[in-house]
């Protein structure tokens, strides 16, 4: 972890009355924000400067530009489990400056104008039994799963850094690096634990999905192609007190792969706002892994529905029939999700590396730019790119830490309830 990572996760400490006694940090944190702001302020007047600008009329050249001033945030990829099944983990084999056989390296994710995205830190689903009490390696295998990623964004320092929280994200990017997130992909990683949670947490994992493809003691899981039966109806008791701890922790609630009563009952229950990390549009593509627009309606900033945001998934057998998979069809899912949940909740996770085939038109981290000259063909402004790039996944990640902010404020303290079908404890 770097020096500025560690100033980062210690600055809501530093916040506290009992650190005023600490003059030379308080000053150093002075000028930190200071910094910060200004850099910020220099994000804002490059933001605004594009915003009375004239784009080009032509698509492309319209969607470069848009995306140099508000680069592409995925939500979703893959590279760390390629990097356990090709290389056994061993990062130093590893070398992203050059091309790679995956979806991602850096010449490419330049020409894409990708600067942010999610590292995955998933590991499958393992038999754990009926009542998910079979001891499996799933912990271990992700703690490995965030040092690879860990690993490779500071063999690539140059590049990526380490980003744990808005502030840091606004500033990365305003520097040109790549701001290197880490998302975990299901409950079954956490060992039926609250306290895994938290410890994931603290080595700087901002989202968790509920479920992957398998239930787990938390909540259902929607299965890939076909839907398991339910085994909880949805969350269960201790999936209930997982998203009030992370709404206390400031994790981000991640809804794809759940099935459809989980996502509504964590919608209903968590005071944050929610997310999609990798999910596309149902009414385009009948999955059970899509979301359907019974619950992209519960999204949005009115009264009585959830702010969220919905990273539209481009793996083949979510977007289309087979073959039919193409830039098109996925530009179809951004608009239905444009069209129900409003263009201020949608955005892209693309799964790469993860997926052994791509769509027609989008086959690598180079290609989001002619994505996005597709939606300004279909009449998507500035604003709605923008957005859909990474401004909308912003603003949902910065409520969840206003969130975070309150419940601690208000003395919300850690959750021990230990799994009930646990008999160690
Ligand atoms: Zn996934």
Not at 47 to 64: C, E, I, Y
Not at 373 to 387: F, I, T, V, Y
């Amino acid at each position: 972890m770097s020096p500025s990572d560690t100033a980062s996760e210690r600055s809501p400490l530093l916040d506290g009355d009992n650190n005023k006694d600490n003059n030379s940090r308080t000053r150093s944190r002075e000028v930190l924000n200071g910094v910060l702001t200004l850099l910020f302020i220099g994000f804002l007047v490059g933001f605004l400067t594009l915003w009375n600008g004239s784009l080009s009329k032509d698509p492309h050249k319209a969607a470069v530009a848009i995306l140099s001033k508000a680069p592409v945030i995925d939500g979703h990829i893959d590279l760390p489990i390629l990097v356990r099944h090709g290389f056994r983990n061993n990062v130093t084999a590893v070398d992203l400056r050059r091309p790679t056989p995956g979806h991602l390296d850096i010449p490419r994710l330049r020409t894409g104008k990708l600067g942010g995205f999610f590292w995955s830190v998933y590991v499958s689903c393992a038999d754990d039994g009926e009542d998910f009490l079979v001891p499996t390696n799933r912990v271990r295998d992700s703690l490995e799963q965030i040092d690879v990623a860990k690993g490779l964004i500071e063999q690539h320092g140059d590049v990526f850094q380490l980003t744990t929280d808005t502030r840091t994200l606004r500033s990365v990017i305003s520097r040109g690096k790549v701001a290197s997130m880490l998302g975990a992909e299901g409950g079954h990683q956490l060992g039926n634990s609250l306290s895994s949670l938290r410890m994931f947490y603290d080595l700087g994992v901002r989202y968790m999905t509920l479920t992957h493809s398998c239930h787990n003691a938390f909540a259902d899981s929607a299965g890939i192609l076909t839907s398991p039966e339910p085994k909880h109806g949805g969350l269960s008791p201790l999936g209930r007190t997982l998203i009030q701890e992370m709404n206390r922790l400031g994790m981000l609630v991640d809804l794809s792969h759940t099935s459809d009563e989980t996502a509504i009952q964590a919608i209903e229950l968590s005071k944050a706002p929610v997310m999609w990390s990798h999910s596309s549009a149902r009414s385009v593509w009948n999955v059970p892994r899509n979301v359907p627009d019974n619950i992209l309606k519960m999204i949005g900033l009115k009264e009585g529905q959830k702010d969220g945001v919905i990273m539209v998934n481009f793996a083949p057998q979510f977007v289309a029939a087979d073959g039919n998979a193409t830039l098109y069809a996925v530009a179809d899912h951004v608009d239905h999700i444009g069209n129900v949940a409003g263009r201020d909740h949608v955005g892209l996770g693309s799964d790469f590396d993860g997926i052994g085939t791509v769509p027609e038109g989008l086959e690598d981290v180079s290609k989001y730019p002619d994505l996005f000259a597709e939606l300004r063909k279909r009449g998507w402004s500035r604003r709605n790119l923008a957005g859909l790039a990474g401004g909308n996944f912003v603003r949902v990640w910065e409520g969840v830490e206003r969130v975070s902010k309150q419940l601690k404020d208000e003395g919300a303290v850690a959750a021990y309830d230990i799994y009930d079908k646990r008999t160690d404890l």
